[in-house]
């Protein structure tokens, strides 16, 4: 029976890839991933630092690469599982950037896995919701992270208000995930419901334009409405405590 190895990448800086992950990628007979394209182009990147450090043995072949995303999830899994079970196959799960499932598809591929018998390895790395919580300046003892919000306003507005009637009680820093272009949406419903509170937003975590805003709601939607928002977003809160710029 083969492996399935649930392996992070960097989130925007190369440098950020583990040894072990590196040994994996180019190792393994497969890998699933959201694109291709970025996933060829990172394991070039990943030759080329071998070829300098001698860190992999680049006599082995390149694995070969399938996409893997939600809309095709559901299609994937029987084939995986059945090649995992067949041949002692080792596949790779990645993500386009960061630790696989992570507000990404996954869980049900590892539960199946699981379900089967089949081993699961993870590789641990690079996470943007643990880079923007230690970047934050907010407390780190507790945490809540709640992905990207609800795409309908209605949907969204709930979800703000179920955030509001649990957060006194548990106490935490708030996560969440934006798209940049329902950015100033998001803002503007998050200061509806809690106030103009103080907030963090940080966006290209580890890359050359890395950005980590700390100030009241207010004064984050007059700068993005003067400066388009680029890049995915982290969002984070705390209603105990202040942030300090």
Known sequence: MGILYIVSTPI????DITLRAMRILMTVDVIACEDTRKTGILLGEIIQISNSTNTVNNSIRKPRLISYYEQNELHRIPE????????????ALVSDAGTPMISDPG???????????IKVEVIPGPSSVITGLTLSGLPTDKFLFLGYPPRK??????????????INIIKATIILFEAPHKLLKTLDEIKAVFGDIDIV???????IHEEVRREKISSLLVHFKKVIPKGEFVILFNLKDKVTS
């Not at 925007?12 to 440098?15: E, K, T």
């Not at 995986?80 to 596949?91: F, R, V």
């Not at 969204?156 to 649990?166: G, H, T």
Request: charged share 35%; glycine share 6%; hydrophobic share 40%.
């Open 12 to 15: 925007g800086n190369l440098q």
């Open 80 to 91: 995986i599982i059945s090649a995992l079970k067949k041949d002692e196959l080792k596949i």
């Open 107 to 117: 869980f049900k591929l590892v539960r199946e896995c699981i379900k089967e018998g």
């Open 153 to 166: 306003p209605g949907h969204r507005k709930k979800f703000l208000m179920d955030i509001a009637s649990v």
């Open 201 to 207: 937003v940080a966006r290209e975590l580890t890359k």
